[in-house]
């Protein structure tokens, strides 16, 4: 994988993110997370038991929804720059959805030699609706 690498200078309040797409959402990813974050809740393995708790059927934990989200971020800013990153579930990534996560810069900031931009963040699925939203403060090099 290759980080983005953006300097402070050049960003722009209003400028957008790279659109970061991931899916259709299959269940061997569900597992594979569940393996990796030790989340092993049923309702994310088990039809079954997801359809008995009114859930419908399996849907994809949420921290992998707010992974993406991460991974956006740091493919267009770059490895170790994300200081702060917080979000909001809105709805559940179901089987075969396609997640596109998407960034704004809102702000710009500089004290004591740190240069931090601050983003909104969010992911939605092929029906455009979004499923996570939130913000990202990152601090970015400048240019010498």
Same mark, same amino acid.
């Given at each position: 994988m290759k980080y983005g690498k953006v300097?402070?200078? !050049?960003?722009?309040v209003g400028d957008e993110l790279p659109p970061l797409v991931k899916g259709p959402i299959q269940q061997i990813q569900l597992t594979r997370y569940a393996g990796a974050s030790g !989340?092993?809740?049923?309702?994310?393995? !088990?039809?079954e038991f997801a359809r008995a708790a $009114?859930?419908? +059927? *399996?849907?994809?934990?949420g921290m992998l929804s707010m992974g993406f989200v991460g991974q956006a971020v %740091? !493919?267009?800013s770059g490895? $170790? %720059? *994300? &200081?702060?990153?917080?979000?909001?579930?809105?709805?559940?990534? &179901?089987l075969k959805d396609v997640v596109t996560c &998407? $960034? &704004?810069?809102?702000?710009?900031?500089?004290k004591d030699d740190v240069?931090?931009?601050?983003?909104?963040?969010?992911?939605?699925?092929?029906r +455009?609706?979004?499923?996570? %939203?939130g913000r990202a403060t990152v601090a970015l090099p400048v240019r010498s």
């Open positions: 300097y402070f200078d !050049d960003v722009k !989340d092993f809740n049923p309702i994310h393995q !088990d039809d $009114g859930m419908g +059927a *399996v849907f994809a934990h %740091t !493919d267009w490895a $170790g %720059t *994300v &200081r702060k990153l917080g979000v909001r579930f809105a709805a559940l990534v &179901r &998407r $960034g &704004r810069v809102v702000g710009k900031s500089s240069h931090l931009v601050e983003l909104e963040v969010w992911a939605e699925n092929q +455009a609706e979004k499923v996570v %939203t």
